[in-house]
């Protein structure tokens, strides 16, 4: 099984119960890592966010963390995850969904988490790198209804920033059918 390297998850995350991945939290540094595997990156998005950006205050070293997150993709292939909209894309140089030139095995999706369970439609925004487009295949769920703002209100912070259960098995099966580095200038 291909090891997957988990990069900025919270320190109750569901990757910390699956099998075949490295976790790297607050606790395990994610520029620690090294390199040699699939990556799945989830970085702070507080100073990426296109709606929240200006009133959330990023801890520090948070920008270059995201920035070495989307190389690190990039390098190592893999996935990297942000809200929709996501000022990252511009600053890493990430192709924007619906951008894809039809050659490069390197694009970007807009998802909703709603389709993993979410309890609401969470657009977001997938960065697949050294990962071919033929091969992913979207869940096919019915999106739940509006935007209640009221449901989110009453989620606690951890909450609204979980990715579901199903989701992260995804983005594992995914990251783990990258092509090597190698691979992808053969």
Known sequence: MKRVAILCTCARSVYHGMSGVDVYDAKRDARTFQGGCP?????PCRSWSAFCAHQAKAEPGERELAMFCARAVQEWGGILEQPA?????????LPKPGTWDGTAD????E?????????MRKATWLYFSLIPPSIVRYP?????RGGDRRAEQVM???QRSATPEAMAAWLVDLARQAKAPMEATA
Request: net charge positive; no cysteine; aromatic share 18%.
């Open 156 to 158: 606690s912070k951890q």
């Open 140 to 144: 096919l769920r019915l999106h739940p």
């Open 111 to 119: 998802v909703w988490q709603a389709w993993w369970g979410y309890p």
């Open 39 to 43: 990556v799945i990156a989830h970085p």
């Open 106 to 109: 390197s694009w970007s999706a």
């Open 85 to 93: 909209h996501s000022r990252l894309w511009v600053a890493a140089g």
